[in-house]
């Protein structure tokens, strides 16, 4: 179970296509959203990091049958990340901001540190850097970068990223990756304390190692899966169990939860998320920090102004 005082709730953002109830959001779009979820009392916001999801696109490459009414659908659009980032903490005074989470192949790692640190004193100290290692090829493809070996790449940029934000200078050269005698200057508020989140499947053993060597925090993503506690438990046990194989004390790491959340009559499509009035939302929240999870992040429908206001009424009946 975890404490109340440590129990913290964040928000996604609609960085993509159609995802404000069928309407693309803009910037003016984005930022009064991020200035009302500080107002209804959330503790952070976030970002996805992708470039251009073409479903279909990727069922093909990953050389798998293409589900039925995906065949022909347009990709979805995503806006950049970090550059959404940068303006959100431009606008807000109290939330955490993060990228849940940035692809690390899209980015020479280096640059990704020098971006985050950047991101950090812009938001005075607010943010969560979110890595992984991407989910989608096709997404890959389309924009030139290489899908192969992606967690060998993952862990040669961790181990810079990390070492950037915790070290006064870096010099590394991998099969990938290379930097020589490379540090960031100037340090931004928090000198070495940018915490790092990790998203990964904590059943695949080599992720579940990099996530208990490098993360602050990790994130379990159900978000578009079925957000439930029989989902989420098996998982939490074994980044537990990685941790302890690694060496690492598992009170150390923060463990966080993606899941989704149905409200208005809205749904999310192929997924289980959580729904009800806001009573009952928050009764099933409060289950997964009783669960020993330290934070959730929420992938609301519909994320809208209206949707924001709704969930307001969970964010007060979380803090009765």
Not at 109 to 134: M, T
Not at 177 to 184: H, K, L, S
Request: with cysteine.
């Amino acid at each position: 179970m975890v404490a109340s005082s440590d129990r913290e709730l964040g928000l996604l953002l609609p960085n993509w296509e159609g995802e404000m109830d069928g309407a693309t959001a803009g910037w003016t779009d984005i930022q009064d959203l991020a200035i009302l979820a500080e107002q209804i009392g959330i503790d952070s916001l976030w970002a996805v990091d992708h470039l251009l999801i073409d479903w279909a696109a990727n069922f093909r490459r990953l050389g798998t049958p293409v589900p039925e009414g995906l065949d022909g659908q347009p990709p979805l659009g995503v806006w950049e990340c970090w550059s959404m980032l940068s303006a959100i903490a431009a606008v807000t005074d109290r939330v955490q901001i993060g990228s849940l989470v940035a692809c690390v192949g899209y980015r020479n790692p280096a640059l990704q540190a020098k971006i985050a640190a950047s991101v950090d004193e812009i938001s005075s100290g607010r943010l969560v850097l979110g890595l992984g290692a991407g989910d989608y090829p096709a997404e890959f493809d389309a924009f030139g970068y290489s899908w192969e070996r992606r967690v060998s790449r993952l862990e040669e940029s961790l181990k810079i990223i990390h070492g950037l934000l915790r070290k006064e200078s870096v010099s590394f050269e991998g099969e990938f990756a290379r930097v020589d005698e490379c540090t960031i200057r100037p340090r931004g508020p928090r000198n070495g304390d940018i915490p790092v989140l990790i998203g990964s499947p904590a059943a695949r053993p080599r992720m579940a190692r990099l996530t208990a060597t490098y993360a602050d925090i990790w994130d379990c993503w159900l978000a578009l899966r079925n957000s439930s506690l029989e989902e989420s438990q098996p998982r939490l046990e074994a980044i537990e169990a990685a941790c302890e194989k690694h060496d690492r004390d598992p009170a150390t790491l923060k463990r966080s939860l993606t899941i989704g959340v149905s409200m208005l009559g809205k749904t999310i499509p192929g997924a289980n998320p959580v729904t009800g009035e806001p009573a009952q939302v928050a009764e099933q929240i409060n289950a997964f920090y009783e669960q020993g999870f330290t934070q959730i992040q929420v992938y609301l429908a519909p994320m809208t102004r209206e949707g924001f206001e709704e969930f307001g009424k969970v964010v007060e009946e979380l803090k009765r």
